[in-house]
């Protein structure tokens, strides 16, 4: 449709059918009964407001969405289309790994990819927007929602950004893809105390300088949505925010796209002490900037009385309903409602083989080794003789180990639920299991237990509590496994924190794993010291006594789909892990926040040092247990002197920065080089470093390759004293390695 067109539409339409275009309802609503759930209870819609409503979220089925797209544009006066919105976050059908997980690849191709894959999925059955990508940046692992994040810095987070919105978006009008939201504005990532929902405080320095780049990147790429947050950012709350939506996002980062509200915090400004009632909450909305109003029954309720009464202008809501029809007619809803969909070619691209390849690449790559004192890889054949470091007398009850034979003990052993917290496979059991994926590698001493549950007696996920064994269960479990561990030459322990411990209202106040967890490591070490542990996360843990208690340490997040042929790979040496942390594992929970790009302070203190009257803790080094950008491979990297081809640098120069990186281990493997600068003499501090650059190298036994980066000045910018964005002259530090302490460094000044 021309834009002609469209405007000929706008001006021919009624009040209540623009409000409708801005209001978006749960599916069953649509569907069935005609409910609205909201925190302030519920309120009966007419069915005419039903009928009227422009958008629909979560559903999923090709001919559900045909259905309800005919049933609901049979009702509309014009005959608008609805949108469909869904939360495709680790993907759709075909699971990839958690966002946090793909932050680890530190392979904004491997990112766009499973985005390219999701929107294919998800655009076969109708779909035409999801609520991804996620980019709050992280410092607090007790906030359930790290998860969704790519991470803790605003430079590996911009990249995802720009990543995952080509992955989704591409080019609109295609078939295979589906529109961008990028959420949620602003700042949600750091809520006091790391509770979910809670108040953000932020200075506009940190917000500008940390929080706003990766949205801003998410803009730049031409993402078609924006979600607001949940949270009041410096006590105002986003959604009536009209500093935030209409001064940063659309004047300052010039957004276009479609301001939606996130789950009903139109009317939540309410609780926020901020609208006396849904009417005042509706018009601070609109008058703010938010086009859509998810669920809440603000809108619905109030907003065309709110114009009839004068006390919003009509023209806010024609432009709010003209960007709104302008992204369904870029999808070409008007030409073709329902995008081509076929249930039966949806059927065929769901879990396409090619895509689960992807997934099973992508989940190896966001492992990360976090420790391996030789135990690993798994060795494919027998052995004769124990392995080194093995110690006999903890070899338990005079069994003798079969040669060569592993137990793989764990509740997560024989779990299909490995994926994250925003996963609605339609066929959970196409997830492999660790068990699933070791059979299939068809190696001969692989045995298997349970060891024990996953959550102990009596404590509650965020969805209730999980049926509590009995106590003879749980000791049966715990026999059979140390039996299995006793008599076998390694131990595979995989173990971890509940999915349902993770994600939305998943904060936590411990970042540890079940006591019965804990239990079984403690008691499989007695009996068998070679212990491998595989450790799935929606976040960062202190893994201090696992650390210490275990020979290797891989870390696997939530890896979907593939996730048992992924592990099954990296664990016996077909594929080389490569994953960097994308967020700092703490020494413990009293370290929190902890993140690498911190600032220096007056009284800095080694971070592996205690010092009275210095920066830190009495009982503990601020050194957290594994930094940001930290992770092992199979192989060895080291790193030469970093080579820069000038020392000094005017504005339009550039400095090359390089290093040459040799494999000298036994196997091919790939390192993430990574630059790092610091700003050492500023009018506003600036942190110890920053992330500013990252280069993945494929290097065999023995090759070197030189790695350059290119530093120029815009890069040295940041908020000065007075807010500009600018360089200031004086001395940088370049650091170059393989994590975020590399001590590899030279120096230039800026005239
Ligand atoms: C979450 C959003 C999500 C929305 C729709 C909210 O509770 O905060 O991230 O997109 O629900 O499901």
Redesign the pocket.
Known sequence: MTQEKLNELLKDMSLEEKVGQMIQLPAEVLTGGGLVTGPTGTTQLTDEQVGMAGSV??IKGAEKIRELQKQQMAKQPHHIPLLF???V?NGFETIFPIPLALGCTFSPEMAEKACSVAAAEAASEGLHVT??P?LDLVRDARWG?VM?SPGEDPYLNSEMARAMVRGYQGDLRSKEKLAA?L??FAG?GAPEGGRDYDNVELSERTLMEDYLPAYEAAVKEGCRLA?T??NTLNRVPSSGNKWLLRKLLREKMGFDGVVIS??SAVEEMVFHGIAADAREAAKLAVGAGVDID?VSNAYAGHLAELVRSGEVPEKLVDEAVLRILTLKNDLGLFEDPFRDVDPAEAEKTLLRADFRQQARETAAASFVLLKNDGILPLRKEPENEAEEGQDSSCSGKGTVPSAGSTAWIGPYVDNHEIYGAWSFPERPEKTVTIRQGVEAKGLPGMSFARGSYMMDKGCATKFGRIPNPSDEQADALLEEALRLAASSQRVVLCLGEHKDLTG?AGSRTSLGISEGQMELLRKVRQVNPNIVTVLFCGRPLAVKEIAALSRALLVVWMPGTEGGNAIADVLFGDRVPQGKLAMTFPRSLGQVPVYYNHFATGRPNPPHEIHLFRNGYMDEVTAPLYPFGYGLSYTEFTYSEVKLDRREMKAGDRITASVTVTNTGGVSGVETVQLYLRDSSASVARPIRSLKGFQKVSLAPGESREVSFAIEEPMLRFYDIDMNHVSEPGRFEVYIGGSSDAENSAEFVLA
């Open positions: 979220l979560g919105m869904l939360d976050i609520f991804s996620m929602r969704e939201c959420k949620h949600y979600m947050s949940f996130d789950y998810m939305e």
